[in-house]
């Protein structure tokens, strides 16, 4: 079956723009994950869905990041007013529930460039 | 604050060396501790991970690690390594089940590359 799958792969915005970032999980995944990733380090986590409410939104930098998923299906990432040091690789992950037993399977992400 | 630590941040073996990456981590509770890979090219993935039980955990393509918790480690071993190994690989930490906490927490991975 199908993966995780976001898009767009690549983004290049200018600073202060806004941008919305897609991530399909796979199909009947109730839990899903932002996770951001900067050039040399490890995923930084973002904010965690259970459905289709935020359980855990601690890891947003600010309040320019926001996130939905309405449907408990599809999620997008929301930047506003972007600033370089939002350049990143930002990663989706689902799993099958909320459980700490189930593996999160991952996204190939999205790399973000603001100039 | 969780953390975790991960001591080398590029290795370089010949094929057939033995491979052990060290990571530590920082939580005072019930942990779920994880290794996952990234293969050039391809996504993050799980190779494994621990919950409870046994210490000694084996994942896939030989990979085992060891959960020490006196020592706050959870050291990722492999006795002989391939030029297919080459990837890089990350630890992470999560809060145990029932303590209410998803945030899994990465270190910020090893480079490993195999020369054939």
């Known amino acids: 079956g199908a993966g995780v799958s976001q898009t767009p792969s690549n983004k290049v915005t200018e600073k202060g723009k806004y941008v919305e970032l897609r991530c399909d999980p796979i199909s009947g995944h109730t839990a899903l994950y932002w996770y951001r990733q900067s050039l040399g380090q490890g995923p930084e986590f973002l904010i965690y869905?259970?459905?289709?409410?935020?359980?855990?939104d601690s890891g947003l930098p600010n309040d320019r990041f926001f996130a939905v998923r309405p449907e408990g299906s599809v999620s997008t990432l929301k930047i506003q007013r972007t600033e370089r040091g939002d350049s990143a690789v930002y990663l989706c992950?689902?799993?099958?529930?909320?459980?700490?037993?189930?593996?999160?399977?991952f996204g190939p992400g999205t790399r973000l460039t603001v100039l | 604050a969780q953390s975790v630590s991960q001591h080398n941040h590029h290795v370089i073996l010949s094929e057939a060396a033995s491979l052990e990456l060290g990571c530590n981590y920082s939580y005072g509770g019930t942990v779920n501790l994880f290794w996952y890979v990234q293969y050039p090219g391809q996504h993050l993935q799980l190779l494994l991970k621990?919950?409870?039980?046994?210490?000694l955990v084996k994942g896939i393509k030989g990979f085992e690690a060891e959960f020490i918790k006196s020592k706050f480690s959870f050291n990722l071993r492999k006795p002989s390594v391939q030029w297919s190994d080459t990837a890089e690989y990350f630890c992470?930490?999560?809060?145990?089940?029932?303590?209410?906490?998803?945030?899994?927490?990465f270190g910020a991975g090893t480079r490993l590359f195999v020369k054939a």
């Open positions: 992470a930490v999560r809060p145990g089940e029932g303590t209410g906490g998803f945030k899994t927490i």
């Open positions: 869905f259970q459905g289709t409410g935020a359980a855990d």
């Open positions: 621990y919950f409870s039980g046994d210490p």
């Open positions: 992950a689902s799993s099958s529930d909320r459980g700490s037993y189930n593996e999160q399977f």
